[in-house]
């Protein structure tokens, strides 16, 4: 079954200990996404990844580090979490661009993240 | 910029009644939409997505929606709604890189409208 992956679904833990929050999809997908969502503000795009070692800002990436070493895994990485990244975060993956097509992203079911 | 106004924040509808949810984009050219739902705990799900051609759009789970070049509207529509309809309902367009200087395409959202469904 085509699917997107994250782990862990649920962590609370404090502000300033490291964390990762893994994303592995299957589909082969070369572009990858992270995002957040927040009450009133949709979902925001923190960095996104469109092949191995490629990568790049979205729109909010102030506090967050990406990495993409294999093609399934996009990994995001919050170095010294604070109270304000309290959120929930998606993952998301989509073939690479036609000329003519535009791929829709699929995506994971989420992370509840809270920073105490 | 590039940009998705879902007006309502908030919407409750009697199951078996008609159901509409508005969307308006901002995009200088043939905008590329889309429209996913997020059930509670899941992630989301395409719902139904406008490229070009046909500007009444079917969808999964009995939704459609009417693209309107002159109104900039992109809205959701169910003939009778169910139960299971109950969730957030996000509006999305695809913006070309050339419109936001990145390195490809990327999704803009809106901010989404909750969904309640009364027995």
């Known amino acids: 079954e085509a699917q997107v992956t994250q782990n862990p679904r649920y962590l609370i833990t404090v502000t300033g200990k490291k964390l990762t929050v893994t994303c592995s999809q299957n589909?082969?997908?070369?572009?990858m996404s992270w995002y957040r969502q927040d009450p009133g503000l949709g979902l925001r795009q923190i960095y996104y990844?469109?092949?191995?070692?490629?990568?790049d800002k979205g729109d909010v990436p102030e506090g967050y580090k990406v990495s993409r070493k294999e093609k399934r895994n996009f990994p995001l990485i919050l170095e010294s979490p604070s109270p304000n990244q309290t959120s929930l975060y998606f993952c998301?993956?989509?073939?690479?661009?036609?000329?003519?097509?535009?791929?829709?992203?699929?995506f994971g079911d989420g992370t509840r993240l809270s920073i105490l | 910029a590039q940009s998705v106004t879902q007006p309502d924040i908030h919407i409750t509808v009697s199951e078996g009644a008609s159901l509409e949810l508005r969307c308006n984009y901002s995009y200088g050219a043939t905008p590329y939409l889309f429209w996913y739902v997020q059930s509670p705990g899941q992630g989301l799900q395409l719902l139904l997505k406008?490229?070009?051609?046909?500007?009444l759009v079917q969808g999964i789970k009995g939704f459609e929606a009417e693209f309107k070049r002159s109104q900039s509207s992109f809205n959701l529509r169910k003939p009778s709604v169910h139960w299971s309809d109950a969730a957030e309902y996000f509006c999305?367009?695809?913006?070309?890189?050339?419109?936001?200087?990145?390195?490809?395409?990327?999704?803009?959202f809106g901010t989404g409208t909750l969904l309640a469904v009364q027995p």
């Open positions: 406008y490229f070009s051609g046909d500007t």
């Open positions: 999305a367009v695809d913006t070309p890189r050339l419109y936001y200087g990145g390195a490809t395409n990327k999704l803009i």
């Open positions: 990844s469109m092949n191995v070692e490629v990568t």
């Open positions: 589909m082969n997908h070369e572009y």
């Open positions: 998301a993956s989509r073939a690479k661009e036609g000329q003519e097509d535009r791929q829709p992203q699929h």
